[in-house]
C-alpha cells in the first residue's frame, strides 16, 4: 500500500546544528506537505510543496520536494531551543481517491 | 476566522463504556480528519469524511466510528473502551482531502 517512511525518527542536536528529516513515499505524490508539533501541542501547518523539484525557505527552514516528486525533505540551519519538537511529514495523493499519507514523524530535541 | 474546535479537551472514562468525541471544523472546509496519538506512535489515521461521506479509513477496529453532519461537524464514537484506547484524539479539517490540514487542540481521553 502506499507509505511515507519518515528517518530519522529521532535527532538530538546541539544548539546551533543543523539537522535534517527525510520522507519518502513509495508512490508518486501531488504534493508534500510540513507540520510541527511542539510538546503538549498539535500538529501545525509548515509549508506544502507541489511542482517536481521546488526548494522553498522559511527563514531558518529549508523544504525540497524531489523531481521524481517521491521524496522530500526539510533542513533546519543552525537549531535554536525554539525549533524543539516533532516534524511530520505528509504526502497528499489526488484523483479518485484523495488523501494524505502521514511520515511517523522526526522528533528534534536542540541542547542548549 | 475561528480555528478548529474539539470538545471536550479532557475526558476520563471507565473501560467497557462508549465516548463521543465532537470536532468543529473551520468554517467553508468540508474534510475532516481524526487521528490517534501516543507517546511515540507518531499520529495513526483513523478516518477521513468529507461532505458528510467518509472517504478514507485507517487499520482501527470497528468499535471506532464517526460521522459528519451537513454543517462539516463531525464526531467519533468509541464503544467498549479498552486501556489502550487512552491518547490524545486529534481532529484536523481541511478544503480537501489532500490539502493542508488545520489542527484542533484535541481531546485527551483516559481509561481507567
Known amino acids: 500500500g502506499q507509505q511515507v517512511m519518515q528517518i530519522p525518527q529521532y535527532q538530538h542536536v546541539q544548539e546551533g546544528e543543523d539537522f535534517t528529516t527525510y520522507c519518502n513515499s513509495s508512490t508518486t505524490l501531488s504534493n508534500i506537505q510540513w507540520y510541527k508539533q511542539r510538546p503538549g501541542g498539535h500538529p501545525v501547518f509548515l509549508i506544502q510543496?507541489?511542482?517536481s523539484g521546488e526548494v522553498k525557505k522559511q527563514k531558518r527552514l529549508t523544504f525540497q520536494f524531489g523531481e521524481a516528486k517521491k521524496n522530500s525533505s526539510l533542513h533546519i540551519t543552525a537549531t535554536q531551543t525554539t525549533d524543539v519538537g516533532t516534524y511530520f511529514c505528509?504526502?497528499?495523493?489526488?484523483?479518485?481517491?484523495?488523501?494524505?499519507?502521514w511520515g511517523l514523524g522526526t522528533s528534534l530535541a536542540v541542547n542548549p | 476566522k475561528a480555528g478548529v474546535t474539539q470538545t471536550p479537551r479532557y475526558l476520563i472514562k471507565t473501560r467497557g463504556q462508549q465516548v463521543t468525541l465532537s470536532c468543529s471544523p473551520i468554517s467553508g472546509h468540508r474534510s475532516v480528519s481524526w487521528y490517534q496519538q501516543t507517546p511515540g506512535q507518531g499520529l495513526q489515521f483513523l478516518f477521513e469524511?468529507?461532505?458528510?461521506?467518509?472517504?478514507n479509513k485507517g487499520n482501527f477496529p470497528g468499535r471506532f466510528s464517526g460521522r459528519q453532519f451537513s454543517n462539516s461537524r463531525s464526531e467519533m464514537n468509541v464503544s467498549t473502551l479498552e486501556l489502550g484506547d487512552s491518547a490524545l484524539y486529534l481532529c484536523?479539517?481541511?478544503?480537501?482531502?489532500?490539502?493542508?490540514?488545520?489542527f484542533g487542540p484535541g481531546t485527551r481521553l483516559t481509561v481507567t
Open positions: 484536523a479539517s481541511s478544503l480537501r482531502e489532500d490539502y493542508e490540514q488545520y
Open positions: 510543496l507541489v511542482k
Open positions: 505528509a504526502g497528499g495523493h489526488a484523483g479518485n481517491n484523495r488523501k494524505l499519507i
Open positions: 469524511y468529507f461532505s458528510e461521506t467518509q472517504r
